[in-house]
């Protein structure tokens, strides 16, 4: 029985997404191999060798994998996948983009966004946005399965001395080109990967107000900005900020919410974070039944003030 890991990377180096799967791989028990498939990604190969506990890296090298087209990846594991009992994608876009044609094409069902391996045909997964959580038990020969990071720890970059294997890559498909991409820069963080995470709701009224009290306290913390859907759709902050079911999964240490409520959906996008702060005047916010420190105060008064103090 052994797992293969589809890595996501830049050609360069591994995402942290990765490692996270790597992690509910080995639970599934048997060997874990990575497949890197991409455009002069050796570096990236090399760095997926290091990674603790994966016994073979699997290198496909071709122009058609630079982008990481959902079409060429998945011809690409189905190459491959007569020799696995398991194909292990983390739960972002990208694998979730490349995961339902790889199950689709091998006739089987997906097990989507696991949160826990009970055994290596049974699994459990959050539904109804978080409130309850499914067991899932698969007879399918071939198990496809996309993994929900937060729910398993990092497996270690360094300690691994896995073999790199390079392999035929597959022809081209044809389906799909790359036209271009428009990337947001930031100095902050990446949100999903980041330790501390400051995100501001409705409350705050305007974009205007969103950057002048949370951006100072974001900068105080060395903190990546989140933000609700609702101050999202009001414009407040841009749309890769938003954190919830229909936005980002993340798990930081350390989660500071200001003026957002706390709706369902918001709460299943970070109630896994090991701290919750929450600013919040109303006393009946729901935001304050998972939130480890709850302060009711007005947040264009609070926020300042701890500001100050730290």
């Known amino acids: ?33 990575v497949l890197v498939a991409g455009h002069n990604a050796a570096a990236a190969a090399a760095a997926a060798a290091q990674i603790a506990g994966v016994a073979k890296v699997i290198h496909a090298e071709a122009p058609g994998f630079e982008h990481g087209l959902a079409e060429n990846v ?14 292990l994608f983390p739960a972002t876009a990208s694998g979730k983009n490349v995961a339902p044609r790889v199950a689709a094409l091998l006739d089987v069902a997906q097990v989507s966004d696991i949160t826990k391996v009970i055994a290596a045909d049974t699994f459990e997964r959050p539904i109804y946005a978080g409130n309850a959580i499914a067991t899932v038990q698969s007879s399918d020969a071939t198990k496809v399965i996309t993994v929900r990071t937060t729910g398993f720890d990092a497996a270690a970059t360094t300690g691994g001395s896995a073999a790199v294997e390079t392999v035929a890559a597959v022809t081209d498909a044809g389906q799909s080109r790359f036209v271009g ?50 101050a999202v759709d009001a414009g407040y902050a841009p749309n890769d900020w938003q954190v919830g079911q229909t936005g980002k999964i993340v798990a930081p240490q350390l989660y500071v919410a ?4 706390g709706a369902i959906q918001h709460l299943a996008g970070m109630k896994d ?38």
């Open 273 to 310: 974070s090991k701290v919750i702060v929450a600013i919040n005047k109303d006393p009946e916010a729901p935001i304050f039944s998972v939130a480890d420190y709850g302060l009711e105060a007005d947040l264009f008064e609070a926020v300042p003030e701890l500001i100050g103090k730290l």
């Open 181 to 230: 991409s428009e990337i947001a820069k930031s100095d902050r963080p990446e949100l999903t990967a980041a330790k501390i995470i400051v995100s501001g709701g409705r409350a705050l009224g305007s974009a205007e107000k969103f950057n002048e009290v949370m951006t100072p306290l974001a900068d105080k913390l060395g903190a990546a900005l989140g933000a609700s859907r609702a």
């Open 1 to 33: 029985m052994t797992a293969l890991v589809i890595a996501e990377h830049d050609n360069a180096s591994i995402k942290g997404a990765t490692l996270n799967t790597v992690t509910a791989a080995a639970a599934c028990g048997g060997d874990v191999h």
């Open 74 to 87: 998945a011809s690409q594991v189905l190459a491959l996948a007569a020799g696995y009992s398991h194909i």
């Open 258 to 261: 200001c003026g957002i409520s």
